[in-house]
């Protein structure tokens, strides 16, 4: 039997929802169709958001054969098989579209040899991957492509599209009435997480159970769809574009001192159960947000840390939860990111020396003829455990690569060893 999301698969671009930044009156799919001039296009979103549904527009109001393939169970053999099969029938139509869904499941052989087919120019390659294609897609046909990025679908379109749905269901069945309670509607648009085919199967299976034979109709009701309806499934992949995302969103949250928002991103991450991802961004940030700001910082996440991996999920959500709040609400510092990242530059950039003999290893019979630690100062032997000497090679030794964070411990510091130093 047909799923209803395919019986309602949009037919027109106007009957689309979502996607307002690329389809719309004006914008650049819309004026891509009516000029007829369609390149080659790689689709780039999560499922459910129009990627297919557009594919089957565009190809039949530019009049263009249509072939339609899945990567995963297919190979370039049998891409190729399927164009030259289709080919006696371009007299009659203006070329080949071939939509090709999960590109992403081509390897980067596969994905060269697929140039061959779209460089002919007889077939227009219109590709879908829910993956980042600057990660997946192989940088030759990257070039040969336009990409398009479709974004979860707002859930006001989605409730516009299924209102649109259901005054398209009425005419498909025999039914004395269909009535459907508009709560229920914005009910399944609230939880489908920007997915029409998520949201449009929760309708099918609402209408299913609403039937009432009795009377000869279907009542679709809030408390049905809420009985009926899956928890809401997050966008999340842990190999995929997406995680990386949220692992930003969550250090950059961190860093900005928005306990809120970097709560909200380690809900996700928690949902997920992407346990390891959450440990390294709060160790990193421990030390290269806060850093020197609070130097116990990285000891009390730590803690947290220990404690989350000892618990597991779901009591794993308290310390990793404690240190998130901990780590954002700490004063910030990144001295010790900028100090570290400065030294490795000058490694990598600058000619840096030898180190000087007085520093070098001393413990060995012969290592005062080479001058090897004679002149070395054992700063405890002096006041204040501190006697000035060089420490850096001759042609660096005036580098300064710590600069002090403006903030009240690094200060106290500063103050402390400018004060001894002079």
């Given at each position: 039997?047909?799923?209803?999301?395919?019986?309602?698969?949009?037919?027109?671009?106007?009957?689309?929802?979502?996607?307002?930044?690329?389809?719309g009156?004006?914008?650049?799919i819309?004026?891509?169709?009516?000029?007829?001039?369609?390149?080659?296009?790689?689709?780039?979103g999560?499922?459910?958001?129009?990627?297919?549904?557009?594919?089957?527009?565009?190809?039949?109001?530019?009049?263009?054969?249509?072939?339609?393939?899945?990567?995963?169970n297919?190979?370039?053999?049998?891409?190729?098989?399927?164009?030259?099969?289709?080919?006696?029938?371009?007299?009659?139509?203006?070329?080949?579209?071939?939509?090709?869904?999960?590109?992403?499941?081509?390897?980067?052989?596969?994905?060269?040899?697929?140039?061959?087919?779209?460089?002919?120019?007889?077939?227009?390659?219109?590709?879908?991957?829910?993956?980042?294609?600057?990660?997946?897609?192989?940088?030759a046909?990257?070039?040969?492509?336009?990409?398009?990025?479709?974004?979860?679908?707002?859930?006001?379109?989605?409730?516009?599209?299924?209102?649109?749905?259901?005054?398209?269901?009425?005419?498909?069945?025999?039914?004395?009435?269909?009535?459907?309670?508009?709560?229920?509607?914005?009910?399944?648009?609230?939880?489908?997480?920007?997915?029409?085919?998520?949201?449009?199967?929760?309708?099918?299976?609402?209408?299913?159970?609403?039937?009432d034979?009795?009377?000869?109709?279907?009542?679709?009701?809030?408390?049905?769809?809420?009985?009926?309806?899956?928890?809401?499934?997050?966008?999340?992949?842990?190999?995929?574009?997406?995680?990386?995302?949220?692992?930003?969103?969550?250090?950059?949250?961190?860093?900005?001192?928005?306990?809120?928002?970097?709560?909200?991103?380690?809900?996700?991450?928690?949902?997920?159960?992407?346990?390891?991802?959450?440990?390294?961004?709060?160790?990193?940030?421990?030390?290269e947000?806060?850093?020197?700001?609070?130097?116990?910082?990285?000891?009390?996440?730590?803690?947290?840390?220990?404690?989350?991996?000892?618990?597991?999920?779901?009591?794993?959500?308290?310390p990793?939860?404690?240190?998130?709040?901990?780590?954002?609400?700490?004063?910030?510092?990144?001295?010790?990111?900028?100090?570290?990242?400065?030294a490795?530059?000058?490694?990598?950039?600058?000619?840096?020396?030898?180190?000087?003999?007085?520093?070098?290893?001393?413990?060995?019979?012969?290592?005062?003829?080479?001058?090897?630690?004679?002149?070395?100062?054992?700063?405890?032997?002096?006041?204040?455990?501190?006697?000035?000497?060089q420490?850096?090679?001759?042609?660096?030794?005036?580098?300064?690569?710590?600069?002090?964070g403006?903030?009240?411990?690094?200060?106290a510091?500063?103050?402390?060893?400018?004060?001894?130093?002079?």
């Amino acid at each position: 039997m047909q799923p209803l999301a395919d019986k309602l698969r949009p037919e027109t671009i106007e009957d689309m929802v979502g996607q307002s930044h690329i389809i719309g009156k004006g914008k650049i799919i819309n004026r891509l169709i009516e000029n007829k001039t369609i390149p080659n296009m790689i689709l780039y979103g999560p499922p459910g958001t129009g990627k297919t549904t557009l594919a089957n527009i565009i190809a039949n109001v530019t009049g263009k054969k249509y072939i339609k393939l899945n990567a995963v169970n297919c190979g370039v053999k049998e891409i190729k098989e399927a164009i030259d099969n289709n080919k006696r029938d371009l007299f009659s139509y203006n070329g080949i579209i071939l939509m090709l869904d999960e590109i992403q499941a081509l390897n980067k052989k596969q994905q060269q040899s697929l140039l061959e087919v779209i460089e002919e120019g007889s077939v227009t390659l219109i590709a879908s991957t829910a993956d980042n294609p600057y990660f997946v897609v192989y940088k030759a046909i990257l070039s040969r492509s336009t990409i398009f990025e479709f974004k979860p679908i707002q859930k006001q379109d989605i409730y516009l599209g299924l209102k649109k749905a259901v005054n398209k269901l009425k005419p498909l069945y025999t039914y004395e009435s269909i009535n459907v309670e508009d709560e229920a509607l914005r009910y399944i648009a609230e939880t489908c997480n920007g997915d029409m085919r998520s949201a449009l199967n929760k309708l099918e299976l609402a209408f299913n159970i609403g039937i009432d034979i009795g009377s000869n109709s279907v009542n679709i009701t809030l408390e049905d769809t809420m009985s009926c309806s899956s928890v809401k499934i997050l966008n999340y992949d842990n190999k995929g574009d997406d995680s990386y995302s949220v692992l930003s969103a969550f250090h950059k949250s961190l860093r900005g001192s928005d306990e809120n928002a970097a709560l909200h991103y380690l809900a996700r991450l928690i949902k997920s159960q992407d346990m390891q991802s959450i440990i390294r961004r709060l160790l990193c940030v421990a030390s290269e947000d806060v850093g020197l700001a609070v130097p116990q910082a990285i000891t009390i996440t730590n803690a947290c840390v220990e404690s989350a991996l000892k618990l597991g999920f779901p009591e794993a959500r308290l310390p990793l939860a404690q240190a998130t709040v901990y780590l954002a609400r700490c004063p910030k510092s990144n001295s010790v990111a900028e100090a570290i990242d400065m030294a490795l530059y000058d490694l990598d950039n600058i000619e840096t020396g030898e180190i000087p003999d007085h520093l070098k290893d001393a413990h060995y019979s012969g290592a005062a003829k080479l001058g090897r630690g004679v002149e070395y100062k054992y700063p405890h032997s002096y006041p204040n455990n501190y006697i000035k000497q060089q420490y850096l090679p001759d042609v660096i030794k005036d580098k300064k690569y710590y600069k002090a964070g403006n903030n009240k411990n690094e200060m106290a510091y500063e103050q402390y060893w400018n004060n001894l130093k002079k």
